[in-house]
T-cell receptor
Framework: EAQVTQNPRYLITVTGKKLTVTCSQNMNHEYMSWYRQDPGLGLRQIYYSMNVEVTDKGDVPEGYKVSRKEKRNFPLILESPSPNQTSLYFCASSLGGVPNTEAFFGQGTRLTVV | DAKTTQPNSMESNEEEPVHLPCNHSTISGTDYIHWYRQLPSQGPEYVIH???SNVNNRMASLAIAEDRKSSTLILHRATLRDAAVYYCILKGETSGSRLTFGEGTQLTVNP
């Protein structure tokens, strides 16, 4: 079954404690991306990756890091989380560079930073 | 990226057809029209996409105006499970794989 898997689904952490949200896809997709969703602001792209070792900033990259060492994995790293990063996060993947293919999304990670 | 305009909310009754409109008057010739939906507490889910011709799949139909400045997502028989936020998104050569989400249309389905 084609899927994007995020872990964990829920996370409560304290300010400044480094955390990683993992994302894995089983469809051999080149393109992967991270979004955050906040009330009133909708879904905004944080970072994206066109392929292994190729990453770039989205609309709201501040405070986040990513890496793409393998094609299937695209972890989101918060080196020093702050309360304004409390949000619902989604990972997505799709075939790269073509506008007529569908994207697959993970189930989301609800992060609370206290 | 070209913008889309959708109504903030719409309401339907169960088992009736639903027509969700989207305006995209600045669409370019190579932009595809994509629809995604987001059910409560879930990630966005692909529904359908098209370029010029009307499209049908198991979930819905997409009707595209002849001048491509608007499109309509059609759910033939709404169910309670179709209650979601529906997003109309343009994807073209400049956006590539990127999806830019607007506010979408919140669809309420009444039993």
């Amino acid at each position: 079954e084609a899927q994007v898997t995020q872990n964990p689904r829920y996370l409560i952490t304290v300010t400044g404690k480094k955390l990683t949200v993992t994302c894995s896809q089983n469809m051999n997709h080149e393109y992967m991306s991270w979004y955050r969703q906040d009330p009133g602001l909708g879904l905004r792209q944080i970072y994206y990756s066109m392929n292994v070792e190729v990453t770039d900033k989205g609309d709201v990259p501040e405070g986040y890091k990513v890496s793409r060492k393998e094609k299937r994995n695209f972890p989101l790293i918060l080196e020093s989380p702050s309360p304004n990063q409390t949000s619902l996060y989604f990972c997505a993947s799709s075939l790269g560079g073509v506008p007529n293919t569908e994207a697959f999304f993970g189930q989301g990670t609800r992060l609370t930073v206290v | 990226d070209a913008k889309t305009t959708q109504p903030n909310s719409m309401e339907s009754n169960e088992e009736e057809p639903v027509h969700l409109p989207c305006n995209h008057s600045t669409i370019s010739g190579t932009d595809y029209i994509h629809w995604y939906r987001q059910l409560p507490s879930q990630g966005p889910e692909y529904v359908i996409h098209g370029l010029t011709s009307n499209v049908n799949n198991r979930m819905a139909s997409l009707a595209i105006a002849e001048d491509r400045k608007s499109s309509t997502l059609i759910l033939h028989r709404a169910t309670l499970r179709d209650a979601a936020v529906y997003y109309c998104i343009l994807k073209g050569e400049t956006s590539g794989s990127r999806l830019t989400f607007g506010e979408g249309t919140q669809l309420t389905v009444n039993p």
